[in-house]
């Protein structure tokens, strides 16, 4: 039975099942793509893990980015001149 991969974004925050040596366990997602940058909560330190390693460790997803799915309106609207 294949074990479904969750779908993540940038700014994520993730647990993942082993700890950091600094003792944390909580990631920001930096990056997205064959790799999955990511920066440790406590200590700062960035790190790259193959996407399928990736799956292997990740245990939960804490806290989604605040930008998944909505418009925060930057953009000009379709047509429309700025100005």
Request: proline residues 5%.
């Amino acid at each position: 039975m294949a074990k479904t991969v969750p779908e993540i974004h940038l700014d994520d925050m993730v647990r993942l099942r082993k700890p950091h040596p600094c003792g944390g366990y909580e990631w920001r997602i930096v990056r997205l793509g064959t790799d999955i940058g990511l920066v440790c909560t406590t200590c700062g330190r960035r790190v790259l893990l193959q996407r399928g390693k990736f799956n292997k460790r990740l245990k939960t997803i804490i806290t989604r980015a605040s930008t998944h799915g909505t418009d925060s309106g930057d953009a000009p609207a379709a047509g429309g001149k700025e100005g």
